[in-house]
C-alpha cells in the first residue's frame, strides 16, 4: 500500500522558518516526480516545488517563481523529499501536500500526481 506522510507545518512569524517533510512508502520512488503543492482557503491548489529525476540519483528542482529564492526543495533519498521554506509571508498560509508522480509528466500539475499525502497546516502571522 502506497503511502505519503508530509508533516512540520505549524506556526511561525512572518520572516521565519519551517521544514516540511514528506515520506513514502508502499513502492520505490527513484524515478518518480516528487512536488509539494499548497491550498489556501478559498484559492485553487497551486504548486509550489517539485524534484524529478535526472538520471542515476540525480534530481532536478523546480520552483513556482512565488517562493524562488526562499524554498529549496530537497530529494534526501529516493522516497523521501524535504522542502525548506525561509523568509515565510503571511501570503505562505496554506495546507501544503507533497505528492509522486511518475517521471515525464509536468512537474506543475496536480492532475499529473499519482499519490497525495494528506497535508499539513502552515500558518505565518504577520
Known amino acids: 500500500q502506497v503511502q505519503l506522510v508530509d508533516s512540520g507545518g505549524g506556526l511561525v512569524q512572518a520572516g521565519g522558518s519551517l521544514r516540511l517533510s514528506c515520506a513514502a512508502s508502499?513502492?520505490?520512488?527513484?524515478?518518480?516526480?516528487m512536488g509539494w503543492f499548497r491550498q489556501a482557503p478559498g484559492k485553487d491548489r497551486e504548486f509550489v516545488a517539485a524534484?524529478?529525476?535526472?538520471?542515476?540519483?540525480?534530481?532536478?528542482p523546480d520552483y513556482a517563481d512565488s517562493v524562488k529564492g526562499r524554498f529549496t526543495i530537497y530529494r534526501v533519498h529516493a522516497n523521501t523529499s524535504l522542502l525548506q521554506m525561509n523568509s515565510l509571508k503571511p501570503e505562505d498560509s496554506a495546507v501544503y501536500s507533497c505528492?509522486?508522480?511518475?517521471?515525464?509528466?509536468?512537474?506543475?500539475?496536480?492532475?499529473?500526481?499519482?499519490?497525495w499525502g494528506q497535508g499539513t497546516q502552515v500558518t505565518v502571522s504577520s
Open positions: 505528492a509522486a508522480g511518475a517521471s515525464g509528466r509536468s512537474k506543475s500539475a496536480a492532475n499529473d500526481y499519482d499519490y
Open positions: 508502499g513502492r520505490t520512488f527513484t524515478t518518480y516526480t
Open positions: 524534484t524529478s529525476w535526472s538520471g542515476g540519483s540525480s534530481y532536478s
